[in-house]
């Protein structure tokens, strides 16, 4: 418990900064970084070591371009999609005999999985620099709440199959988390006179944490398909880099979703 403190705290520290500079070049860069590495994780996890893992270097490259290109470059975004997917197509046939085509398959859900959610991360701070801030707000809270929240109250699992771990207090306290933290957010935006009425930001709260809730516990059930704890090692007590952004992820998906429709 104190290493995952500890490493929450100082990644936390070194990550503020990136998030204050938003509107310069660092941001991209990190989630680019990120994004790489993430991608990486996956095609580990699902079997892509070795010779194999030389198979997919491209497609680690082009998902750290990603969130670069998702700030200056977006007429780029489809054509690196389509990209992989007839790369893929390639593998499919090259690979043969050598690579199993579930692994190829599951490749093209890591690049939209890790890739393509942070650079709709980059997206969601560009169309709403003021709001973007919810998704790490959403899942920091619901992650923290749910967290000390499950250690304290109760011990009813909450899906034990996927994570024994998780109980039923421990979500209900990640939702009061989001919600207390969209509550401080709100306040101090509406007090400087923008952004929603101080209600609507308590309101989409909820559904927020059950989207970061939803993504921390898909991200389980492709460990446990995989037989795996963690997708990496690069934040010690906390895993690789989506292990630290399960929740983020999907997040940045239904922002930009609910940025598309309205």
């Not at 509107?23 to 590495?37: M, N, R, T, Y």
């Not at 497609?59 to 977006?74: D, E, F, K």
């Amino acid at each position: 418990m104190g290493k995952r403190i500890f490493t929450g705290a100082v990644a936390m520290l070194l990550f503020i900064p990136v998030l204050y500079f938003s509107d310069s070049i660092a941001f991209p860069i990190v989630l680019g970084l990120l994004s790489g590495i993430a991608f990486y994780e996956f095609a580990v996890c699902a079997g892509f070591t070795g010779n194999k893992l030389f198979a997919v270097s491209p497609i680690i490259v082009l998902s750290a371009l990603l969130p670069i290109l998702a700030r200056n470059g977006q007429q780029w975004l489809v054509i690196i999609g389509l990209s992989v997917f007839v790369y893929l197509l390639f593998l499919f046939v090259l690979g043969h005999g050598r690579i199993e085509v579930p692994s190829v398959t599951a490749l093209f859900f890591g690049f939209v999985y890790a890739g393509v959610s942070f650079a709709l991360l980059v997206m969601v701070r560009d169309r709403v620099p003021e709001r973007y801030l919810l998704i790490f707000i959403a899942a920091w809270c619901t992650d923290t709440f749910a967290y000390f929240g499950g250690r304290l109250f109760g011990d009813r699992k909450l899906c034990p199959s996927l994570s024994p771990k998780k109980t039923i207090a421990g979500a209900v306290s990640g939702v009061i988390g989001a919600i207390i933290g969209f509550a401080v957010f709100g306040l101090i935006i509406v007090s400087f006179g923008g952004g929603f009425p101080f209600w609507k930001y308590c309101l989409i709260a909820i559904p927020a944490s059950v989207a970061a809730q939803l993504g921390d516990l898909a991200a389980s059930a492709i460990k446990r398909h995989y037989v795996i704890k963690d997708y990496g090692s690069i934040f010690p007590g906390h895993g690789g880099v989506l292990d630290r952004f399960d929740s983020i992820l999907p997040l940045s998906v239904g922002a930009f979703l609910v940025l598309s429709l309205i």
